[in-house]
């Protein structure tokens, strides 16, 4: 059995998408280390900005579709210029962003937008800037949106995947 961070990097890869861009953070670190556990490669950037302009220039140097991995929240927000420019200039990308652990998002219970930052809704910002836009809550609805994304790696796509969901085991 494998996490099922590990599953959507090793498809990646096998894809071809071997090189990612980006920062560190918590609710990323899973899918960071499925990209070095399964011998992609892992670029960190000075800013998450920097990321999707170096994985344009990437694509354009390469013409393989890089991928580019951030946080939650201001981690997100940050790359979204960097992504516009993929998305714009028709450069082939997929973005990871890891959202936080589904039990810790506790806004509904406080009755406010969000308790921090960390829980934006990055996929209702992504779908201006992206071709296709994915929320993967769960380990089933990765496997149901696996061939889809694949199948979507020519475009700007944007994948959210939930810190719990990245650590759940799966079997193949």
Known sequence: MKELAN???????????????????????RLIQAVIINGGKFHPVLNEQAAGYTAHGYYLKTRKTPGMIFTTGPG????????????????????????????????????????????????GLAKEISTKTFKIDSTSKY?????????????????EVNDDVQREKVTR
Request: hydrophobic residues 40%; proline residues 1%.
């Open 7 to 29: 599953i959507i990097i090793k498809d990646l890869i096998n894809s071809g998408v071997e090189t990612f861009f980006g920062i560190q953070g918590g609710a990323c670190a």
């Open 76 to 123: 997100f927000t940050n790359g979204l210029t960097g992504i516009a420019a993929c998305y714009f200039d028709r450069i082939p990308s997929i973005t990871l962003v890891g959202q936080v652990n589904k039990k810790l998002n506790v806004s509904q219970k406080t009755n406010t937008r969000m308790v921090g930052f960390q829980e934006v809704n990055h996929i």
């Open 143 to 159: 496997k149901n949106c696996r061939k889809e994304i694949i199948n979507n790696l020519n475009n700007t796509i944007v994948v």
